[in-house]
């Protein structure tokens, strides 16, 4: 699940959470050059699909970051 506010799902339970932008706009940024918004959305689902080929064992926040190979991953 992609959310801005990854606090809700982590506490209902969610197995995976990626960490949105803002409740308006979750996968990007309008206020971004459509360039940068683009990479966003981009660096967003390559976060998200990470997420999915990662095993977990409790809830667990992903946090979007410029490359995969520095990703940490926070356990709730």
């Excluded at 992609?2 to 990626?18: E, T, Y």
Aim: proline share 7%.
């Amino acid at each position: 699940m992609i959310s801005a506010l990854p606090l809700i799902p982590l506490a209902v339970g969610a197995n995976r959470v990626v960490r949105g932008v803002r409740v308006e706009h979750v996968c990007g940024d309008p206020s971004l050059s459509a360039e940068r918004d683009r990479e966003l959305s981009r660096r967003l689902i390559l976060t998200a699909l990470h997420a999915l080929q990662t095993a977990v064992e409790r809830p667990t926040l992903f946090e979007p970051t410029e490359t995969l190979e520095s990703k940490e991953v926070a356990h709730a």
